[in-house]
């Protein structure tokens, strides 16, 4: 029988946000004097990560949030931009630090991550911010964003986490595997796959929840996509193209992220979101008050 999905609307979601945060901002502001800000790290001039940045940067500036760039050549040493970091980490002004990804080979990207300070680690990629997510303890670390940017979403549209079956396709250390850690903690019973996971389809098959993260296009087809089931696609590869056949996915979810416009500008919300509670933190005034 073929559904008609609702489209879960990243885009919207995100602006909704913003707007939050932009209040959070101004509050901030206006209580302490001080501008929350997010510097920005960029090692080479890959286009894509160029263009990711100067988009995190405007997103900044529409909520009332200051911004600093940092920029560094592709012949960057580890050292150097460790030490680029760790000044930025010691900066009183700065709240929250982006280091874009991925990083030049040469270049021990775990090693610039860990030189990020914990309270700094908006993006959620140091060890302290996946363990804190790992044993669910609020208020220490930050989550990463793309999963917690799909979490916000999930909540958005009143989605039944709790007893549900997810199955997380990918294991990337800031992406599949807190995702399934997320999951984990609202209750849902987690499968963790990848691409060499051997009876895929039929796991797909059982999931209420299906994230797929494993970065190669229209990696999952329609056909293992269980009726009803909640198909989150966080895969961007050329073209616009997603890690799910859209077209055929659409006919057996229930409800769908679209590639572009679905969990993409959520990332980047939750990215700007986690800056202004950091800034917030770091002054000991609750982000919610």
């Known amino acids: 029988m073929t559904m008609t999905a609702t ?18 901002v101004k509050s901030l502001s206006d209580r302490t004097g001080q501008t929350p800000c997010l510097a920005t790290v960029l090692v080479g001039e ?3 990560s160029v263009t ?31 030490d680029q970091i760790t000044t930025l980490s010691n900066d009183d ?5 982006l280091l874009q990804h991925p990083v030049p080979k040469q270049i021990d990207e775990r090693a610039a991550f860990e030189a990020i300070a914990p309270q700094k680690d908006v993006d959620g990629v140091t060890l302290h911010s996946f363990g804190a997510t790992s044993l669910g303890l609020a208020g220490s670390g930050y989550g990463s964003c793309t999963p917690a940017g799909i979490m916000h979403l999930l909540k958005a549209y009143d989605v039944t986490i709790a007893g549900a079956h997810a199955l997380v396709i990918g294991r990337s250390p ?5 995702m399934a850690m997320m999951l984990l903690a609202a209750d849902a019973t987690v499968t963790i796959a ?7 389809g039929e796991l797909a098959k059982q999931a209420d929840i ?4 494993v970065g190669r296009p229209r990696f999952v087809p329609g056909e293992w996509v269980k009726h009803g089931a909640v198909v989150i696609d966080a895969g961007y590869n050329p073209g616009n193209v997603g890690d799910v056949d859209f077209e055929s996915a659409i006919e057996h979810a229930s409800m769908i992220t679209p590639v572009p416009g ?12 986690q800056t202004a509670i950091a800034a917030a933190r770091r002054r000991g005034i609750d982000p919610d008050g």
């Open 210 to 213: 299906l994230v797929a993260a």
């Open 52 to 82: 990711y940045v100067r988009m995190k940067r405007r997103r900044c500036e529409a909520v009332g949030m200051r911004s600093i760039k940092v920029e560094l050549p592709d012949t960057t040493t580890t050292k150097q931009l460790v």
């Open 174 to 178: 800031i992406l599949g595997k807190p």
């Open 7 to 24: 489209i879960l609307d990243g885009t919207e979601t995100a602006r909704e946000l913003a707007e939050r945060t932009a209040r959070r």
């Open 262 to 273: 679905g969990v993409g500008p959520m990332t980047i919300a939750t990215l700007i979101d």
């Open 46 to 48: 890959d286009p894509a």
């Open 194 to 200: 990848h691409s060499k996971t051997q009876g895929l």
């Open 93 to 97: 002004s700065v709240d929250g630090i």
